[in-house]
């Protein structure tokens, strides 16, 4: 479901921070390193290095604000955030926190766009999250390894089996080529992409007006 800005009114932490994090706990020289793979990572993608921390800490601070209004109500709740365009996936126990969570989403500096695919469900459990795990590690091994897909530009979230794809494309064929590796994954159930291409009028019409901002601010 997608909310522009024009409905305004009506929790993890990115996979980059959570690394680091880990890292931290061993030791400094691999905390460096990890540190310096992320950041060689992120100067890679689509969106370019500066605006994947901007996104970074967008989603963080949703994650926040999910987290001081409802705590572990929001557990289960992830947040992706690509050039201001924010994804939130997961489950919660009933539909007002699902509304809220949309809320809370907007209320968020950066947000741009909201894509609500919170499920309202107490399905779940061990074995789904396990193979939710396990589908969203084999998709990463399946892209990474694929050269018609820019995998760095990718950000995927599994929840009890319905795989959602957000990001970035270089043009219809990677999304096909995207959908298609998803597909082969076993345990599957439904794929959902949400993806923009590179050259999509409405992606560079807001690039440029960050560019404008830029000089404004500069």
């Not at 969203?136 to 794809?165: Q, R």
């Not at 599957?188 to 949400?194: A, K, M, N, T, Y």
């Not at 690039?207 to 000089?215: A, D, F, G, V």
């Amino acid at each position: 479901m997608l909310l522009t800005k024009k409905f305004k009114k009506i929790i993890a932490a990115p996979l980059i921070l959570a690394s680091a994090l880990t890292l931290s706990a061993c030791d400094p020289v691999s905390l460096a390193i990890g540190a310096g793979a992320a950041a060689g990572s992120m100067a890679l993608e689509e969106r370019g290095f500066e605006q994947a921390v901007i996104d970074r800490d967008t989603s963080y601070n949703i994650s926040q604000a999910l987290s001081k209004h409802g705590g572990a109500k929001y557990i289960n709740v992830s947040v992706n955030v690509i050039e201001g365009r924010t994804l939130l996936t997961g489950t919660v126990s009933d539909r007002q926190l699902r509304l809220d969570a949309i809320e809370l989403a907007w209320k968020v500096d950066g947000v741009e766009e909201v894509f609500n695919e919170i499920q309202v469900t107490d399905d779940g459990g061990f074995i789904d999250l396990s193979r939710d795990l396990l589908i969203k590690s084999n998709l990463s091994s399946a892209i990474t390894f694929d050269d018609k897909i820019h995998a760095v530009n990718y950000n995927t979230s599994v929840v009890n089996g319905t795989v959602y794809l957000f990001g970035i494309a270089q043009n219809d064929a990677e999304i096909d080529q995207l959908i298609a590796q998803t597909k082969q994954i076993s345990y599957v159930r439904r794929v959902i992409p949400i993806v923009q291409l590179k050259d999509d009028p409405a992606r560079l019409d807001w690039l440029n007006k960050q560019k404008e901002k830029s000089k404004t601010n500069s």
